[in-house]
């Protein structure tokens, strides 16, 4: 049994050593197969790293290139990494788009330096960011140069062309590409109607989409979408989401003409309201269109304007001599009868004369003018007298020549050529170019019916006394002339013939009393001056809230007429002297109406400017009113016509006539950089915030007067450029190994 049993042990020694070899190996070979495997599983991990630190290597190598202002080369290396492991991909793309309109987008090609492991995990660099991605997705290890701070969007991409290796790599920046790129991609995405961005799409197309949706949502602070399909990523930012100063429901930006994108303003006649409801104030100017001073007015005479100096006067009384001068100057009054003599209580038609020039003369200024007086009858032919006073034909010496008057006689018949012939002579021997030359010629009948010769031709003495008034004209002699009592016995005819080529007047008295307002009329003609008579004017402009603001010109004011109405003063826009144009500037509040208004005054004192305008040979003194009183008239709503960009002002400037010293409203448009007149279609351009308005007031008799005017109201579009919202950069590079 020992035997039995002493067998039984050693064979199962030998079997528990086989068995314990057996575990031994087998340890043996799992601890080998596991240290492998974590061997392996560590050299993973740090071929991971080490890619990983090369991307970000080469991040900030290519970072610190394209940053230099001017083109530049540099190196980087990859590291240890396998010469075929890395690769230069270009494929996906970055897209930024305004308004969703495709002609405000940029698409930028996306590149990208990879390495990819043998587990298919890759590490890259793409937008100056870097990424990893495996079976599990995708994820950012480094951010992307996408950001989005204080209302500005930037976005940086680095296009990478040519071959990379993992060993040295040289690297080109060119900077006058890269910059020519940039600047054409951000005014693409920022042009026409999309210059302030109502909402931004920024669509990622690349292998690591789900990264960059991550990322974008973060970042911009929206929600992002994803699509596997085409591995891209959406965000979208909204006009809420955009900073104020692009959203024209909310900034300061103004259209007026009826711009698609804004209806927040209203135009009605002469008055704008603005209405956005976000309490802003806009800055409102509004300005003279004008080259020079403005022009409304009209040419008229002016007797007594202070400071204005006409030229020398010489003035010639040529008078009925004639029997018929002897009778009754007021036949109508009690006792006095046309034809007989006059009784004690009447006066002769010659007396009345007498007095009638005696007062005319009274107008004239001694310091300058002369007067020359002749009579003419017919007890022979041709026969007219010199009255001289002092001896001399003009004379100066006013109360003398008025006791030479008083000499005047009434017989005869009636030959008024030779009246004419002798006031020639008198003003060719005594008068001069530089003096203004006057015949007052008055008949109280009709040349007899004779004949006469002049220079060798024959004449009827009504024919001859209009030859004679010819002759005047050729002086530059100005005729006026007067038909004294029964019209049955005067040849107007011939009378207004005498006149009518020197541009005098003709006059018919049929008592004294007329015949004082007729001298008393030509006197006030002849002694003032034509002159441009400025009309005084001034504007104002009311708020909805009841504010007024008065016009200010900038200067010394000191000398230009004011109105004071209700404590505000308004002052005489229209003088020529003023220092600069007038303007009115000041903050509408939002939701307040604007409306513009003018009124026109009575003037109680002209005064001469020293400024003068010539004209077919006349000088014209130009005068402005220096002591403006009662508001004559208001102009308002009907009054005005205004114009946006893009109007048409054919049917306008058809009607605009002014005189030839006043501006035409396309010469008031020329004076404007930024107000555009097409010559060939009449459209007229300016800013989204202007608008040009026409105030219409009473015309002259010989002038169209207008006042055009510049409105502006906030900021308009061209000046209210985004810059800084949308900034895209794109840096080309080249590498090559």
């Known amino acids: 049994m020992g035997t039995i049993e002493t067998s039984g042990r050693g064979q199962s020694g030998i079997i528990g050593m086989v068995i314990l070899i057996g575990l031994v190996l087998t340890g043996a070979m799992l601890v080998l197969v596991s240290g492998s495997s974590a061997i392996s599983e560590l050299q993973q991990d740090r071929s991971d790293v080490s890619s990983q630190v090369a991307?970000?290597?080469?991040?900030?190598?290519?970072a610190s290139l394209t940053s230099s202002e001017y083109s530049a080369r540099d190196r980087f290396s990859l590291g240890d990494l396998e010469r075929n492991d890395a690769r230069l991909i270009r494929s996906g793309f970055l897209n930024v788009t305004v308004n969703r309109n495709a002609t405000c987008a940029t698409n930028i090609?996306?590149?990208?330096?990879?390495y990819e492991n043998d587990e298919g995990q890759t590490v890259a660099y793409e937008a100056g960011g870097v990424w990893s991605a495996g079976d599990n997705g995708s994820t950012m290890q480094t951010a992307p140069d996408v950001q989005y701070r204080n209302g500005s969007l930037d976005v940086s991409v680095t296009n990478l062309t040519g071959e990379v290796s993992s060993e040295k790599n040289q690297a080109f920046y060119n900077a006058t590409t890269s910059k020519r790129e940039s600047t054409a991609r951000s005014q693409q995405v920022i042009t026409g109607t999309c210059a302030r961005p109502d909402n931004v799409t920024l669509?990622?197309?690349?292998?690591?989409?789900?990264?960059?949706?991550?990322?974008?949502?973060?970042?911009?602070?929206?929600?992002?979408?994803?699509?596997?399909?085409?591995?891209?990523a959406v965000a979208y930012l909204n006009q809420s989401d955009l900073p104020r100063r692009v959203d024209d429901s909310r900034n300061h930006v103004i259209n007026v003409s009826n711009a698609p994108y804004?209806?927040?303003?209203?135009i009605d006649g002469n008055s704008i309201r603005v209405t956005k409801n976000v309490s802003n104030d806009y800055r409102t100017y509004v300005e003279a269109l004008s080259k020079n001073r403005l022009d409304i007015g009209q040419i008229r005479r002016i007797q007594n304007a202070q400071n204005v100096t006409g030229p020398p006067l010489d003035v010639v009384f040529v008078v009925d001599e004639s029997g018929s001068m002897s009778w009754d100057a007021n036949p109508s009054k009690p006792g006095c009868h046309q034809g007989d003599p006059p009784t004690a209580s009447c006066q002769s038609k010659r007396e009345a004369v007498q007095e009638a020039i005696q007062m005319f003369v009274g107008d004239l200024n001694a310091s300058k003018d002369r007067v020359g007086l002749i009579g003419f009858y017919e007890p022979d032919s041709d026969n007219a007298q010199y009255y001289r006073t002092n001896g001399r034909y003009l004379t100066d010496s006013f109360d003398a020549f008025n006791a030479t008057v008083g000499h005047t006689s009434s017989s005869g018949g009636t030959h008024g050529n030779a009246g004419l012939r002798d006031a020639n002579l008198v003003h060719h021997l005594k008068s001069n170019q530089t003096r203004r030359r006057i015949v007052v010629f008055l008949s109280d009948g009709a040349n007899d019916n004779e004949n006469t010769w002049i220079d060798g031709t024959q004449y009827t003495l009504d024919e001859a006394a209009i030859y004679r008034s010819q002759q005047a004209a050729e002086m530059g002699t100005t005729i006026h002339t007067i038909g004294f009592g029964d019209k049955n016995y005067i040849d107007q005819d011939v009378l207004k013939d005498i006149n009518g080529s020197t541009g005098g007047r003709y006059y018919f008295a049929d008592n004294a009393s007329r015949l004082d307002d007729i001298f008393e009329d030509i006197a006030t003609r002849i002694s003032s001056t034509r002159q441009i008579a400025r009309m005084p004017t001034s504007t104002s402009l009311q708020t909805g809230a009841?504010?007024?603001?008065?016009?200010?010109?900038?200067?010394?004011?000191?000398?230009?007429?004011?109105?004071?109405?209700?404590?505000?003063?308004?002052?005489?826009i229209n003088d020529p002297t003023a220092p600069t144009l007038f303007s009115h500037s000041f903050a509408l509040a939002d939701n307040e109406s604007l409306s513009f208004n003018a009124s026109t005054y009575n003037c109680a004192e002209w005064r001469g400017t020293g400024i003068t305008r010539s004209h077919n040979g006349s000088t014209y003194q130009v005068t402005r009113c220096t002591n403006m009183t009662t508001q004559d008239e208001t102009l308002g709503a009907d009054n005005a016509t205004m114009f946006r960009d893009g109007d048409n002002m054919t049917s306008f400037l058809e009607g605009d006539s002014p005189a030839w010293w006043q501006e035409d409203v396309e010469e008031a448009i020329d004076s404007r950089s930024d107000v555009r007149l097409n010559s060939t279609s009449n459209i007229v351009h300016m800013k989204s915030n202007q608008a040009l308005v026409v105030l219409d007031y009473p015309d002259g008799t010989n002038s169209t007067n207008r006042l055009a005017l510049l409105y502006q109201i906030g900021l308009a579009e061209s000046e209210a450029k985004p810059e800084g919202v949308i900034n895209i950069r794109v840096n080309n590079v080249k590498v090559s190994s």
């Not at 991307?55 to 290519?62: I, Y």
């Not at 090609?109 to 990879?114: A, D, G, N």
């Open 109 to 114: 090609t996306l590149s990208s330096i990879r």
């Open 262 to 266: 804004m209806d927040e303003v209203e």
């Open 203 to 232: 669509e990622v197309q690349s292998d690591f989409y789900l990264a960059w949706g991550d990322y974008l949502e973060r970042e911009l602070g929206v929600e992002t979408d994803v699509y596997a399909s085409n591995r891209t």
């Open 55 to 62: 991307m970000e290597g080469a991040d900030s190598k290519l």
């Open 546 to 572: 009841g504010r007024t603001y008065a016009p200010q010109i900038a200067g010394d004011t000191d000398r230009i007429a004011v109105n004071t109405s209700d404590g505000t003063q308004y002052l005489n």
